[in-house]
T-cell receptor
Framework: DAGVIQSPRHEVTEMGQEVTLRCKPI?????LFWYRQTMMRGLELLIY????????DSGMPEDRFSAKMPNASFSTLKIQPSEPRDSAVYFC??????????FGDGTRLSIL | TQLLEQSPQFLSIQEGENLTVYCNSS?????LQWYRQEPGEGPVLLVT?????EVKKLKRLTFQFGDARKDSSLHITAAQPGDTGLYLC???????????FGTGTRLTIIP
C-alpha cells in the first residue's frame, strides 16, 4: 500500500523565493496534517484539514504561510516569501478521523 | 498550552542494557502515543495507551500510561542497535484530532 507521499524530498532556495511543498495522503483518509520539525522547537503542528476543510490553522507561524487542500488526494503548503528561519523538515500526515496518523518522509527545506 | 517534556533528551547505552524513557506533563490527556523516527523518515506509531494505569507490551518494549493520564514511560529490555532512533510521545485530547508532541529522546544503542 502506498503511504503518504511528499514532494520534493529536498528543496534549497534563496530567501524571498516562493516555496511550494506537496502532499498526497493515503487513499481513503479524511484528515490531513502539516507539521514542521526543527532541532530547537521539535515537531509542531501547523495546520490540519478534515474532509478538505481547514479545521485548525493556529500553528501557522505567519501570513507568509498558506495551505490548501483542493481535493481529497492533494494538499500544498506554500511559503511566500521564504526566509532563512523557515529552514526545517516539513512533514505531512494523514489519518482516518481520530485514527492513528501516518507520516510521509518529509521535505527538507533549506532557505539560503 | 499543553507541554510534554521527555527525559532524557539524549541517551547512549550499550547493546543488551535496559533503559527507560519518560514523558511528563502537567496536563491530562485522553490518550498518549509513542512514535519512533529514524533519520530521513517520518515518525512511525508504536503504540497508543488510553486508560490510566494501562500497560502495553510490544516485544521488548513496555509502555505505561500514568494513573492520572499526565505521564507515560517507555521501557526497553535488552536494547539492540535496531532500537536506535528518536522516540517521541504525543498526547491527544478528548474529541480532538490534534497531537501535541513531546520534546523527544534521541536513543543510540552501541553494538
Amino acid at each position: 500500500d502506498a503511504g503518504v507521499i511528499q514532494s520534493p524530498r529536498h528543496e534549497v532556495t534563496e530567501m524571498g523565493q516562493e516555496v511550494t511543498l506537496r502532499c498526497k495522503p493515503i487513499s481513503g483518509h479524511n484528515s490531513l496534517f502539516w507539521y514542521r520539525q526543527t532541532m530547537m522547537r521539535g515537531l509542531e503542528l501547523l495546520i490540519y484539514f478534515n474532509n478538505n476543510v481547514p479545521i485548525d490553522d493556529s500553528g501557522m507561524p505567519e501570513d507568509r504561510f498558506s495551505a490548501k487542500m483542493p481535493n481529497a488526494s492533494f494538499s500544498t503548503l506554500k511559503i511566500q516569501p521564504s526566509e532563512p528561519r523557515d529552514s526545517a523538515v516539513y512533514f505531512c500526515a494523514s489519518s482516518l478521523r481520530v485514527g492513528p496518523q501516518h507520516f510521509g518522509d518529509g521535505t527538507r527545506l533549506s532557505i539560503l | 498550552t499543553q507541554l510534554l517534556e521527555q527525559s532524557p533528551q539524549f541517551l547512549s547505552i550499550q547493546e543488551g542494557e535496559n533503559l527507560t524513557v519518560y514523558c511528563n506533563s502537567s496536563s491530562v490527556f485522553s490518550s498518549l502515543q509513542w512514535y519512533r523516527q529514524e533519520p530521513g523518515e517520518g515518525p512511525v506509531l508504536l503504540v497508543t495507551v488510553v486508560t490510566g494505569g494501562e500497560v502495553k507490551k510490544l516485544k521488548r518494549l513496555t509502555f505505561q500510561f500514568g494513573d492520572a493520564r499526565k505521564d507515560s514511560s517507555l521501557h526497553i529490555t535488552a536494547a539492540q542497535p535496531g532500537d536506535t532512533g528518536l522516540y517521541l510521545c504525543a498526547g491527544t485530547n478528548f474529541g480532538n484530532e490534534k497531537l501535541t508532541f513531546g520534546t523527544g529522546t534521541r536513543l543510540t544503542i552501541i553494538p
